[in-house]
């Protein structure tokens, strides 16, 4: 379990550092989640985590359209805002996994 977190951590702290890249991540089709499907932390970690690339990669591709002359400038104010709220919750979940994970490994077995 422990085990699991801790990659799971590691792996959207990856994938944090890796949104300034400038390969393109589609957004993924997301589906609702079904009552009886059978979801892991890291499933929904990772869905998250590309959800969030997806829409800071709009921003950039927005900014980018604007600059050229081929968006408006309010759909790129909305999409950088979309971008700049998707980072902070992704930051805020990640401080939220790092700081639950201290505190199992600072639990006496």
């Not at 359209?65 to 990640?94: C, D, N, Y």
């Amino acid at each position: 379990m422990l085990e699991a977190i801790s990659s799971t951590a590691i792996t959207a702290g990856q994938a944090a550092s890796r949104i300034t890249e400038t390969q393109t991540i589609a957004p993924s089709a997301t589906s609702p989640v079904q009552a009886g499907d059978d979801v892991g932390f890291d499933s929904v970690m990772k869905q998250v985590t590309t959800d969030a690339i997806g829409t800071l990669k709009a921003g950039e591709s927005a900014s980018i359209s604007a600059i050229q002359g081929k968006e408006s400038t309010r759909k790129v104010v909305e999409a950088l805002m979309s971008a700049e709220q998707a980072l902070q919750t992704a930051v805020a979940v990640r401080d939220k996994v790092v700081q639950a994970y201290q505190e199992v490994v600072r639990m006496s077995i």
